[in-house]
């Protein structure tokens, strides 16, 4: 079992590069979750769990650090997100006894961005120091670039955990960021996967608003 979780015990390769099971398994449990959370089930937070769990192992190995440090945040979010969906408070159910899909106002849509940038502001700060403080860290190279990846990340959780129809937008912007990383860097296989990922965005960003007017019939005609 523990070879399985190596990152040099190689699945297949694409372009005289390697893919690990692993890496496989991230991707299938991330795009599993993603798809389910755009057609609005819980489902996709306990999905959720077990890819932020790999991703937790996967960054470990790559002394990725900082990455695998945003995972135990991850997991506290989804945590957050399922309570919310499963256990809505009075007024804020659909009608399975969901937590609806809303919109957030245009004030809070502003204080979203603020939040956005004051997230990427000490998160990048941190990166450009983390060297310093331990060998244990590498040296960021682009720390800003990474703390905004990371903050739209963030956002997009959190907001999904509310179920915001904005919470799709963030991810798209995401998924549009991490196509140029990965084909800049030169990968092969990560654009396509996140290529896929902004496919399902586009789905969920779709489906909500359908969900949305649903509930809005149902709240008038009930």
Not at 62 to 68: E, G, I, P, Q
Request: net charge positive; glycine share 6%; with cysteine.
């Amino acid at each position: 079992m523990g070879a399985f979780f190596d990152l040099h015990n190689i699945f297949f390769t694409i372009n005289g590069q390697g893919v690990s099971y692993l890496e496989f398994c991230a991707v299938i449990f991330g795009l599993t979750s993603v798809f389910l959370a755009s057609l609005a089930k819980a489902l996709n937070y306990w999905i959720g769990f077990v890819y932020s769990a790999l991703l937790f192992v996967m960054f470990l190995q790559k002394n990725l650090y900082t990455n695998m440090l945003l995972q135990p945040v991850s997991i506290g979010i989804l945590i957050y997100g399922l309570y919310k969906w499963t256990r809505p408070a009075t007024g804020e159910k659909n009608g399975k006894y969901q937590l609806k899909i809303s919109f957030l106002t245009p004030k809070q849509r502003i204080m979203h961005l603020v939040l956005l940038s004051v997230i990427v502001f000490i998160w990048g700060f941190i990166l450009t120091r983390l060297h310093s403080l331990s060998d244990v860290f590498p040296p960021a190279r682009a720390p800003y670039l990474d703390a905004t990846v990371a903050g739209l990340m963030l956002m997009a959780q959190l907001l999904a955990a509310r179920k915001k129809w904005e919470s799709w937008i963030f991810w798209i912007v995401l998924n549009i960021c991490n196509v140029i990383l990965y084909i800049s860097a030169g990968l092969v296989f990560m654009p396509i996967v996140a290529v896929c990922y902004l496919a399902l965005n586009v789905i969920g960003i779709i489906h909500w608003k359908k969900e949305w007017k649903k509930q809005e019939n149902y709240v008038e005609n009930n």
